[in-house]
């Protein structure tokens, strides 16, 4: 329904249809919107948190035989925790973008305390 016969209101009219699966606007808000910026912005911030994590890891973890630095999650959630309570979430997208490893799928302060994480 395109137009509500009910309401006087044009915008309803002049909204462009909806997309469908495979045109590569599908899924994503209007180009130019607050929608689009506000976005942008959150993809940035994530990244930076992302990048931060690393130099963390880096600064408080050691490096082994094979050149990689590792610490265990027990450590990194003391230092990183003062920083930002998001601490798994970001470790989960820095494995996403190959920045690290580690074992499993979820790491659970307290359980997961000796799991080492490696950062490629």
Known sequence: QRKNPFSSDDRLASKPAHTQRGDPTYGRPPEGSRTEQRGKDAHSHVGKEV???CLIIRRTGEVGEDGHVSVTFGQLFETYV??????VGI???ARKHGLVHFEGEMLWQGKD???VITLL
Not at 82 to 87: A, C, E, P
């Open 113 to 115: 305390d000796d799991v």
């Open 51 to 53: 990048e931060e994590l």
């Open 82 to 87: 003062t920083i930002s309570n998001k601490v």
């Open 91 to 93: 470790l989960l997208r």
